[in-house]
T-cell receptor, first 112, second 112 residues
Framework: GENVEQHPSTLSVQEGDSAVIKCTYS??????FPWYKQELGKRPQLIID?????GEKKDQRIAVTLNKTAKHFSLHITETQPEDSAVYFC???????????FGKGTRLHILP | GEEVAQTPKHLVRGEGQKAKLYCAPI?????VFWYQQVLKNEFKFLIS????????ETGMPKERFSAKCLPNSPCSLEIQATKLEDSAVYFC??????????FGPGTRLTVL
C-alpha cells in the first residue's frame, strides 16, 4: 500500500521568511496530492492540491511542486505570517482507491 | 449543508461501552470517508462509502467497528466494546467525485 513520508516534523521560521515542507510517496499509481492545514483542535482544511498532470501550482503565498519521477512533492509558503502557525499534512491518493494516505505532519512555528 | 457536520463534539465512554458517532456529508457529495486521528496527529483511514455502499473498508478493525450510510440519514460509525486505544479524534470527510475531500470538525472520543 501507499506510504507517505513527511519532513521535517517541526519547523520554526522567522516571520516574513519562507517555509518548505517535503514529502515522498511510494505508490507510483498515486496521482492526487492535497495539503491540509490543521490548527489546534480544529478540522484539517485543504489549502492547495496538485494532480499528477502538472508539476507546479501556486495560490498567492502558497505553492506546491511535484516530481513524479522522484516521487516527491513539496509545499512552499512565502512571506510567512503568524497565522500560518499550524500543523501541515501532505497526503497522496489514487483514483482507484480514493482514500488519501497522510504524512505524519509538520508543526510550523512562525517566530515574531 | 455547505460543511460536513459531525456529532457529538465530545464523547466519553468507559472501557467496554459502546460509542456511536454521526456524520452528515455536504449536500450533493456521494462519497464519505472516516479517519481516526490519534494523539500523535497521525491519521488512519478506516472506511469509505459511495452513497450507502461500502467502497473501501480496508482500514476497519472489523471485530468491534462498524459503519453505515443509509439514505436520508446521517452516516454513523459505531464501536462496540470500546478499548483505551480507541481514544482519538474521529473525522468524517466527504467528496463529490472521489477527489477533494472536505473534513468535518471531528468527534473526540475518550475511553476511560
Amino acid at each position: 500500500g501507499e506510504n507517505v513520508e513527511q519532513h521535517p516534523s517541526t519547523l520554526s521560521v522567522q516571520e516574513g521568511d519562507s517555509a518548505v515542507i517535503k514529502c515522498t510517496y511510494s505508490d507510483s499509481a498515486s496521482n492526487y496530492f492535497p495539503w491540509y492545514k490543521q490548527e489546534l483542535g480544529k478540522r484539517p482544511q485543504l489549502i492547495i492540491d496538485i494532480r499528477s498532470n502538472v508539476g507546479e501550482k501556486k495560490d498567492q503565498r502558497i505553492a506546491v511542486t511535484l516530481n513524479k519521477t522522484a516521487k516527491h512533492f513539496s509545499l512552499h509558503i512565502t512571506e510567512t505570517q503568524p497565522e500560518d502557525s499550524a500543523v501541515y499534512f501532505c497526503a497522496a491518493g489514487a483514483n482507484r482507491d480514493d482514500k488519501i494516505i497522510f504524512g505524519k505532519g509538520t508543526r510550523l512555528h512562525i517566530l515574531p | 449543508g455547505e460543511e460536513v457536520a459531525q456529532t457529538p463534539k465530545h464523547l466519553v465512554r468507559g472501557e467496554g461501552q459502546k460509542a456511536k458517532l454521526y456524520c452528515a456529508p455536504i449536500k450533493g457529495h456521494s462519497y464519505v470517508f472516516w479517519y481516526q486521528q490519534v494523539l500523535k496527529n497521525e491519521f488512519k483511514f478506516l472506511i469509505s462509502f459511495q452513497n450507502e455502499n461500502v467502497f473501501d473498508e480496508t482500514g476497519m478493525p472489523k471485530e468491534r467497528f462498524s459503519a453505515k450510510c443509509l439514505p436520508n440519514s446521517p452516516c454513523s460509525l459505531e464501536i462496540q466494546a470500546t478499548k483505551l486505544e480507541d481514544s482519538a479524534v474521529y473525522f468524517c470527510a466527504s467528496s463529490r467525485n472521489t477527489d477533494t475531500q472536505y473534513f468535518g470538525p471531528g468527534t473526540r472520543l475518550t475511553v476511560l
